[in-house]
């Protein structure tokens, strides 16, 4: 449950989502479980114009909600409809996540590249450092017979 009080934000609304089933707008009075969050979720669905609401959960955060206005034909959501609003919003999950994964492996890899780049100027500059000093070491010593 929203650990905040409610106020008159649909931002608030967002927040105090935390769960993977949808939420239906004509539910919200009833709800005991949202009792206390209606005010905000109210306006979360006023300012998406929705009268459902489906968590996307992405490693067990909240990544977004996909809004659903009502029927072009005027009627009620069927269970099949949700259960094909439900598929729609777990492989959007699935895709959100993938991406995240994609982006780490691609800031893992810029990284690794960048070490690598760093290792090779090391090792470059290390053989330069080593070419000036031998010559300059048989200087010395002839210098010093």
């Known amino acids: ?25 004509s539910s919200l009075p009833t709800s005991s479980r949202l ?25 067990g955060r909240l990544a977004g909600l996909i809004g659903i206005d009502r029927k072009v034909s005027g009627g009620p959501l069927s269970a099949d ?9 777990t492989e959007t999950s699935v895709g959100l996540a993938n991406a995240a994964a994609v982006d780490a ?20 500059s290390t053989a330069v450092a080593h070419g000036i000093r031998n010559p300059l070491a048989g200087i010395r010593l002839a210098t010093q017979l």
Do not use: K
């Not at 492996?105 to 470059?124: K, N």
């Open 1 to 25: 449950m929203c650990s905040e009080p409610p106020c008159n934000n649909w931002g608030q609304g967002v927040r105090c989502i935390n769960s993977v089933e949808p939420y239906i707008g």
């Open 35 to 59: 009792r206390r969050e209606r005010t905000a979720l109210r306006d979360l669905f006023d300012g998406a114009h929705a009268t459902l609401l489906l968590p996307l959960v992405a490693q």
């Open 81 to 89: 409809d949700l259960d094909v609003l439900r598929t729609l919003a």
């Open 105 to 124: 492996l691609r800031e893992a890899q810029s990284r690794l590249d960048r070490a690598q780049y760093l290792a090779a100027i090391g090792e470059l």
